[in-house]
């Protein structure tokens, strides 16, 4: 005990001078006297230190360790916070992760670069910020997710538990039944004529003989024992409770990526459209096209200590581009004015070519997709994102009326796709600028404003294979009537395709949601699963209609094809419908396997009752393109249903809903991780059988330990 309370303080206990900008002028201060809204300043002198509170970037990159937080032992870089789309958005660090550098993170790289928010107008502050990364401290204490994870070691979530409940119920029956004896003896010795002394005596001996106070010391060291053993199978636990409640779960919640399939993508090629058609995959990238800029270009990757650092799809697709990148701080003379340039990427020698990065659009969960402005021989837009994302910020001209058809064609055998898109004249009449820009009003553009009306270019296909030991793992919780449920941001098809392959479903149903809000099912025969989904056209409502009178499709109880219809404008015909479903799935004994998307699961919930949610949510065994906070409502409703959950995920997305299961392992070889209350050190699924057979024993040792002392 000893020990941990040692690690536990030195995990607290750091302190260390900060650079920090007050009052007109740069102050040296000690970290425990940061305050919210004090401007800190890094640099070199920072490397490898630890970053008290949690900042905000607002100047310049860094890259830096935080798998204290997320569990990813891979090196995460923080971009300046852009200029909001949205007048008076407030700044949320879930949201807005990839700008934040969170409490207990570590700094491995700082790249001081101008800001959008200090312009030529304060010459004097940046003259003194040109030298530094400069950050907002936004939380501090246990505010920060430092002072998280910290209290949630020290005070973890209660979880209600029968056992201790029924237990505590035991103990206040004999409690009440050993006051009564205790009288009863006191009155009889009383008028036996005993010795007051001995009375009292004799009569406490029933508080050791009915309470045993021996009890709850006993199933803490079964605990303890647990812990220890789960540790020498390098499986951390912050909440020793949670042991008990691993023994007790009955639905088992899964990631996809990472976690059921390998945590690396291989890239198999591309699939460019050029002249009115698809040119089909091509495992090489043909020089001199779009396709091939876009995979050498836009991407977060950074250098640090002469390697790739990045998400493992960017590095992945860069390196099979042959390119190579260069971070130097230089600038390119454009237009009389000079632009820092973010990263340099360069073709192979024998085709000499350089592309300039002049600013970034992090990949963003919510929006899926993530966009870079370059300069070749003029500036341009690059955009690569989801199917579905990409497809809404085209211009429909340039959509061809194959493209459901093809990706849908890659996701139904098992690939991932990416969709690639492009700007061009970017200053001309309605682009994005007015005129040619100058770096401040480049670093000024917002999102919203780059991202649109650009031109389809083609597709990326990567292959995610299976994980070698998910199998007999889904096959052997299967054994043990535990169900298994995927949670993947993944593509519908391509989730669908992986729980195939597991053998976890057999007859799928997929619901899934129009761009109008229509939310519709069609059932996925494995031969007929394409041909079935192709044949509905995102743009094409008649289709959609078609499909919902023939199927028993779900209509929302507030429309959005345009017209004002409201709830008493539908009629019974729609709600029978809706009621039949249900009927087939429960009266009739139809055996289905439910897989929603999140955006299905949106419709649902803004347009239908928290019953119908409830029914969908308990007879679904896939989940895609769900977003992080889809995980965690998933995860909640389940155990409102009186479920107890598990999760298993990379940690990456899925700290949500770690955080909300009874039991949530990441697969992180951090020993603290603020992310879960279990870590696998070996980052293996293998250990979530050893977490759930280690459960079954403790509960068998409580068990049995209750009933030798009450016997």
């Known amino acids: 005990m000893k020990v941990e309370e040692e690690k536990l303080r030195k995990l607290v206990k750091t302190s260390r001078k900060c650079k920090v900008f007050r009052d007109g002028g740069l102050f040296d201060i000690e970290s425990q006297y940061l305050v919210v809204g004090d401007v800190l300043l890094l640099d070199n002198s920072d490397v490898h230190s630890q970053i008290i509170g949690d900042l905000v970037v607002i100047s310049g990159e860094c890259i830096c360790d935080e798998s204290s937080h997320t569990g990813d032992a891979t090196p995460t870089i923080k971009t300046p916070l852009p200029i909001s789309a949205k007048f008076g958005e407030n700044f949320n660090s879930e949201k807005h992760k990839s700008h934040t550098i969170y409490g207990g993170s570590s700094i491995l790289q700082v790249n001081p670069k101008p800001s959008q928010y200090i312009n030529s107008n304060t010459l004097k502050i940046k003259d003194i910020f040109e030298n530094y990364v400069v950050t907002v401290v936004v939380a501090t204490g246990f505010e920060s997710a430092k002072g998280e994870l910290f209290r949630s070691i020290m005070y973890p979530n209660p979880i209600r538990f029968n056992f201790y409940q029924d237990a505590a119920k035991f103990m206040l029956i004999m409690t009440i ?15 036996s004529g005993t010795d007051i ?5 004799n009569s406490l001996d029933l508080l050791t003989v009915i309470v045993p106070p021996a009890l709850p010391l ?22 020793p409770q949670r042991i008990e409640s691993a023994g007790r779960i009955n639905i088992m919640c899964w990631d996809k990526t990472g976690t059921l399939t390998s945590s690396t993508l291989q890239y198999l090629g591309s699939d460019e459209f050029k002249e009115g058609r698809f040119s089909g995959l091509s495992e090489t990238s043909n020089q001199g096209n779009l396709l091939e800029n876009i995979q050498a270009c836009c991407h977060g990757i950074k250098i640090l200590n002469n390697e790739i650092v990045g998400h493992t799809l960017d590095v992945e697709l860069f390196r099979a581009s042959k390119w190579t990148i260069k971070q130097e701080k230089i600038n390119v003379e454009l237009h009389e004015s000079s632009f820092p340039v973010v990263v340099t990427a360069a073709k192979p020698l024998d085709q000499p070519s350089i592309i300039y990065t002049l600013r970034r659009f992090d990949f963003d969960s919510h929006l899926q997709r993530n966009s870079v402005i370059v300069y070749e021989n003029d500036l341009m837009v690059y955009t690569k994102g989801s199917p579905e994302s990409i497809r809404h910020i085209c211009n429909p001209k340039s959509i061809p009326s194959t493209y459901n058809s093809t990706y849908l064609n890659y996701t139904s055998r098992g690939y991932y796709v990416l969709a690639c898109a492009f700007r061009k004249d970017l200053y001309a009449k309605g682009g994005c600028f007015t005129s040619f820009p100058t770096p401040e009003t480049l670093n000024a553009a917002r999102r919203d404003q780059v991202e649109r009306d650009l031109t389809f270019a083609g597709f990326l296909i990567f292959k995610n294979p299976l994980n070698p030991e998910a199998k007999a793992i889904i096959s052997i919780l299967k054994e043990a009537k535990i169900k298994s449920v995927i949670i993947s ?67 929302p109880k507030r429309s959005t094809i345009g017209s004002s219809m409201s709830v008493n404008d539908l009629t019974d015909v729609e709600n029978r419908r809706l009621e039949d479903l249900i009927r087939s799935m429960t009266e009739e004994g139809c055996d289905a396997d439910l897989a929603v998307t999140g ?15 409830e029914w ?8 895609a393109r769900a977003k992080p906070h889809h995980k965690t409502l998933i995860i909640e409703k389940l155990i409102r249903q009186d479920n107890c959950v598990g999760m298993c995920g990379d940690g990456t997305n899925d700290s949500g809903a770690l955080k909300a299961a009874h039991v949530g392992i990441a697969l992180s070889n951090a020993e603290t991780c603020i992310i ?12 979530v059988l050893l977490l759930l057979a280690e459960g079954r024993c403790e509960l068998e040792t409580s068990f049995t330990s209750l009933k030798v002392f009450v016997a």
């Open 599 to 613: 955006a299905a699961l949106d419709a649902l919930s803004q347009s239908y009752e928290d019953s119908l949610i």
């Open 177 to 191: 039944v050993v006051i009564l004896a205790f009288f009863n003896r006191v009155v009889q010795s009383l008028g």
């Open 489 to 555: 941001g993944d593509n519908a098809m391509t989730t669908i395709h992986t729980a195939r392959e597991l053998e976890m479903i057999q007859k799928p149903f997929l619901i899934d949601c129009d761009k109008n809000g229509n939310v519709f099912y069609k059932e996925l025969s494995e031969e007929k699963s394409l041909k079935d989904l192709t044949k509905i056209s995102a743009d094409d409502n008649s289709c959609i209609l078609k499909a919902s009178m023939d199927d028993m499709s779900f209509r």
């Open 616 to 623: 969908v949510i308990a007879r679904t065994k896939i989940y």
């Open 197 to 201: 002394w001995s009375i009292i005596d």
């Open 676 to 687: 879960s209350p279990f870590t696998s050190g070996r980052l293996s699924i293998q250990d």
């Open 218 to 239: 006993i199933l803490n060291i079964g605990v303890a024992i647990s812990m220890n053993r789960l540790k020498k199978q390098k499986i951390n636990c912050l909440d």
